[in-house]
């Protein structure tokens, strides 16, 4: 689960990390009077949506005076802020964090996450704050410092302060920072986060540490430990499908292709969407409906799936284990006879009572193309599609 800006740094504050003095706002009223709270001092407009690139795509904005603020916060609250992560669609701007501004000496950058090929979490700093680590690590890899985490220890302060020293900050700065080391750490491991970001990490011409910026992602599977945060999830900056799929439990994503996928696995998901692109289709989307769906999930997955405009074909591809394939079949030829399907639907399945969920499927009445093995469903489903804008072509 993603969230916002100013409910990362509130998080971050009650761990000791210093950010800047400011509030979140609805209306142009109300940042006015958080700005009027601030003072007399630069301060700083900025769009809370969950995509970075927000100042390039001018959903940031520097005033010098309170009643500028009003005017400002006017423009971006109401906005359709297009980044480049947002997609072409952009997303629209809800709210507005109003904050002080920072006399900037230097910017760093600062990140945990977990690195799965040592199965613990790893610290990364750099001194080029500001800019995306990914575009760090590409074009200058030797500028990122890592240290990894022994989740049965914990972090050191002697692995904060080589983190410091890694960047080459002086003695007295290392101290300072490696505060904020701990703190970001303890944020990141107490709350089940999958990334706690600053960036930037500014040293302020006062000499002291802030955090300019800061992103934070939690683990959905932590969040039954942390009844306060899932509580500040934002449905409004998640696709609509996305939000209706979580409510059964599913795991739903949309892509830009043309062909629905319905698997059980995130790792059969990503084959299957791998050798979709392989011959030459595109994937519509990720829809993971576990090991452990009933019928009724998966005719809500299959709903969901329908729902999609873009979709031209469905491919569903199913191992059964947990999921018996007769659960798969009997719960998507309810689907099917209640929701009206005019699309090609190519059916893989394998493993746990797959002989009964083929009969069911080929004794249910209802149009299905079956598959054996993944890479003739793909060619099936490849067919299907050159079919359909056969038909379209002509009317």
């Not at 799929?245 to 949309?254: C, F, M, P, R």
């Not at 004794?363 to 598959?371: D, H, I, K, Q, R």
């Amino acid at each position: 689960m993603k969230i916002h800006e100013y409910q990362a740094k509130e998080i971050l504050k009650s761990y000791g990390v210093p950010v800047p003095k400011g509030g979140v706002a609805e209306t142009p009223e109300e940042a006015r009077r958080i700005a009027e709270g601030i003072g007399e001092k630069t301060i700083v407009v900025k769009a809370q949506i969950h995509a970075g690139g927000r100042g390039k795509g001018g959903g940031i904005k520097v005033v010098n005076h309170p009643e500028e603020v009003e005017k400002a916060t006017r423009e971006i609250i109401g906005m359709t802020l297009i980044t480049h992560q947002t997609g072409p669609a952009g997303r629209l701007v809800r709210k507005a964090l109003i904050e002080e501004g920072v006399d900037i000496q230097r910017e760093l950058y600062l990140g945990v996450v977990i690195d799965r090929s040592k199965a613990c979490p790893v610290i990364m700093a750099s001194r080029e704050g500001g800019v995306e680590i990914e575009k760090v690590a590409a074009e200058s890899p030797e500028k990122i410092v890592k240290e990894w985490i022994d989740p049965s220890v914990g972090l050191r302060p002697f692995q904060a302060n080589k983190i410091g020293y890694g960047l080459g900050l002086e003695p007295a700065q290392v101290a300072k920072m490696r505060s904020v080391v701990i703190g970001l750490y303890k944020a990141f491991y107490e709350k089940d986060c999958l990334l706690a970001e600053i960036n930037p990490l500014v040293l302020t011409q006062s000499g002291e540490y802030m955090a300019l910026d800061a992103k934070m992602n939690l683990d959905d599977n932590g969040l039954f430990r942390h009844k306060e945060i899932a509580g500040l999830r934002d449905l409004n900056e998640e696709a609509p499908l996305e939000v209706e799929a979580s409510k059964y439990n599913l795991n739903y994503i949309k892509l830009d292709g043309n062909v629905g996928c319905m698997v059980n696995g995130a790792g059969l998901a990503m084959a299957t969407m791998d050798i979709i692109k392989v011959v030459g289709a595109e994937p519509a989307n990720f829809l993971d409906v576990g090991g452990g769906a009933t019928v009724e999930m998966v005719k809500n997955g299959f709903k969901i799936l329908m729902s999609d405009t873009e979709v031209k074909v469905v491919f569903i591809n199913i191992f059964g284990g947990i999921l018996r394939c007769d659960t798969l079949a009997k719960g998507v030829t309810e689907a099917v006879r209640e929701v009206k399907i005019n699309v090609p639907i190519v059916v893989r399945l394998e493993g746990t009572n797959v002989e009964e969920g083929r009969r069911i499927l080929k004794e249910s009445g209802l149009n299905f193309t079956v598959a054996i093995g993944m890479k003739d469903g793909a060619k099936k489903v490849v067919e299907a599609l050159k079919t359909q804008q056969a038909v379209i072509s002509k009317q």
